[in-house]
């Protein structure tokens, strides 16, 4: 490792996370710079940052880019550039979309792109939509559905089989040009919706009706935090929000009830974002009626994510993205994968994942559970509960999220589960949770979260008992916080707790 990473490390520009990639995405709407650390299965964004120059808002009418939209994409550039040469990152992909391929100034734009030492690619719609799909198959590990993301100047439609794609399309339906739609209709919803579904006709050749359809793109994911605000949905992420058809197009309804005024005064939806939801939620009308899908699936994974996902290796792409995020978050909080790895399978026998979870989400609860100790104890409970259910984590659904939450507030002992966490998943989910936690407490509490006091140990069910075997050598462990946290559990399972003291022989690996 050189020193300039070595100091890069110790700054810790980014609380404690290195910044690895990055990609410029230049959309139609916005030009965009997102920095990742951590692991690129699930990577961690350490920066975001956006300009709002509009490159594509006049690709409609005379198909080239303003100078003033061009000025303020280059001075949003020039500071990314900077950014990246202080923060040290050499990986970087810049990519454009719809409005410089279609400009025909769009050349004159990439070459002074490259005078700053970048090297755009101009993608095609039919590539935008394949890597937007991808992305989609990095969140959701074996989805099958239609893929629709909706960017500034396009609509990319595309179909998505267990990481397969096929029939990409590109529409020129992007949320820049939605209003031209409306003012043809002289403002009729029913008659801008039955223009686009008329639009919408080539995209949906070769689209299996039933499927699901999931939606990428700022403007879908500002509609997604619209319906978990109305619905008071207990999480806040956007990601992984699914929906009926039937409630889909509830949703739309109401947006239409809305106007840009009443949907700025909500939080978490910006002024740009707000303007666009009225007549993308014709859009999305149109989309139901033409694609017949059976459920709506909101994605925040999209272009940039299929990006990082094509350039892993076949091994890094097969990682289980919930562990491959967890496990780096928890490494970095003093819980490394080994260490949760020899607790869930010292903890296996008396609570292992049975009827409503699976191991892959016990060792995520185990891995949380640990690195949740780090967390002063005054401010413990709260903060951990928040990373089981607000962080961005992949390939996990809000009843898992919840089973998450349990497990780590009863690794503290605390079993009255807040309000959240019982909404989202049913008492049996949570209970198994919650002795999911209790083990856990118990194996880190014998032995400090030693390697060797569970070495010297086994915790095991033996008909009416819960049994703790320890090594001769270790029978001390067997007192104190250890013989509660036996009676506690046991008493979960309906069990005798019973301490047996064997040979060290008996144990010793």
Request: net charge positive.
């Amino acid at each position: 490792m050189s020193f300039k990473r070595r100091r890069e490390e110790r700054d810790g520009a980014f609380s404690g996370s290195v910044a690895a990639r990055a990609i410029i995405d230049i959309g139609s709407n916005t030009v965009r710079l997102v920095v990742y650390g951590g692991s690129m299965r699930a990577p961690r964004v350490l920066l975001n940052e956006k300009v709002t120059a509009r490159l594509g808002r006049d690709i409609a009418k005379n198909a080239t880019l303003a100078p003033e939209a061009i000025e303020i994409a280059m001075q949003g550039l020039r500071r990314f550039t900077l950014l990246l040469k202080d923060l040290g990152v050499s990986d970087v992909e810049t990519v454009a979309t719809a409005a410089v391929r279609e400009a025909s100034n769009g050349a004159d734009l990439v070459a002074e792109i490259r005078e700053l030492g970048l090297h755009p690619r101009i993608l095609s719609g039919e590539e935008e939509a394949i890597l937007s799909a991808h992305g989609v198959a990095g969140a959701f590990p074996g989805a099958e559905g239609i893929v629709a993301d909706l960017g500034g100047g396009s609509l990319e439609l595309v179909n998505l089989a267990k990481g397969d794609v096929s029939h990409p399309i590109t529409l020129p339906l992007g949320a820049l040009r939605l209003p031209d739609y409306r003012e043809r209709a002289d403002g009729s919803d029913s008659a801008m919706r039955a223009a686009l579904e008329k639009d919408l006709a080539k995209g949906a050749k070769k689209r299996a009706k039933g499927a699901k359809l999931f939606l990428v793109g700022g403007t879908w994911r500002a509609m997604s935090v619209f319906a978990m605000q109305a619905q008071g949905h207990p999480l806040s992420d956007p990601h992984g929000l699914s929906l009926s058809a039937k409630r889909a197009m509830s949703l739309t309804k109401a947006l239409g009830e809305e106007t840009p005024e009443s949907l700025k005064a909500r939080e978490r939806i910006s002024t740009m974002r707000a303007e666009r939801l009225p007549d993308a939620a014709i859009l999305l009308q149109a989309l139901l009626a033409t694609l017949k899908p059976s459920r709506v699936v909101f994605s925040s994974w999209g272009l940039r994510e299929g990006i990082l996902h094509d350039s892993l290796a076949p091994e890094a792409r097969a990682q289980d993205p919930l562990l491959a995020g967890v496990s780096t978050f928890a490494a970095g909080r003093g819980a490394p994968p080994t260490l949760a790895a020899r607790m869930a399978s010292w903890t296996l026998d008396a609570a292992p994942a049975r009827d409503h979870g699976n191991e892959r989400l016990r060792l995520a609860a185990t891995m949380l559970s640990l690195a949740s100790m780090q967390i002063e104890p005054n401010i413990r409970l709260p903060q951990a509960i928040d990373w089981a259910l607000q962080k961005r984590w992949i390939a996990i659904s809000g009843a898992e999220r919840a089973m998450l939450a349990a497990a780590i507030a009863a690794n503290g002992n605390a079993l009255d589960l807040d309000e959240r966490v019982r909404a989202l998943a049913s008492e049996a989910a949570l209970d198994e949770a919650i002795n999911w936690g209790l083990s856990v407490r118990l194996a880190r509490r014998l032995g400090a979260n030693s390697r060797r006091s569970l070495e010297m140990s086994r915790l095991v069910l033996e008909e009416d008992a819960l049994v703790l075997r320890l090594a001769q050598s270790h029978a001390a462990l067997a007192s104190g916080p250890v013989e509660k946290d036996m009676k506690l559990l046991a008493g979960r399972l309906n069990l005798i707790p019973r301490v047996d003291i064997v040979a060290d022989d008996a144990l010793r690996n």
